[in-house]
């Protein structure tokens, strides 16, 4: 939806090259995301401030078969 509201505001021969600027930012944010991200949203704190690099990776997240299947559903939420 963003692609195509950006590809509104340009000229028409900028169009696609403004849709795949907001698919790429939006690829390289999902990898970013999975990688550090969450760990740093959602791990075990530091000092209260930040979280830690415990699931750096989605290393060590939804282990536990009783509820993995909720977190990886709050995981796909929060992605």
Do not use: C
């Amino acid at each position: 939806g963003l692609a195509l509201f950006y590809g509104g505001l340009v000229r028409s021969k900028n169009v696609l090259g403004t849709m795949m600027q907001s698919v790429a930012a939006i690829a390289i944010v999902s990898v970013v995301w999975v990688l550090a991200g969450y760990t740093l949203a959602f791990g075990p704190d530091v000092g209260g401030l930040i979280g830690g690099l415990a699931h750096l990776g989605f290393r060590g997240v939804a282990e536990a078969p009783a509820r993995a299947r909720a977190h990886r559903a709050a995981l796909r939420l929060r992605l």
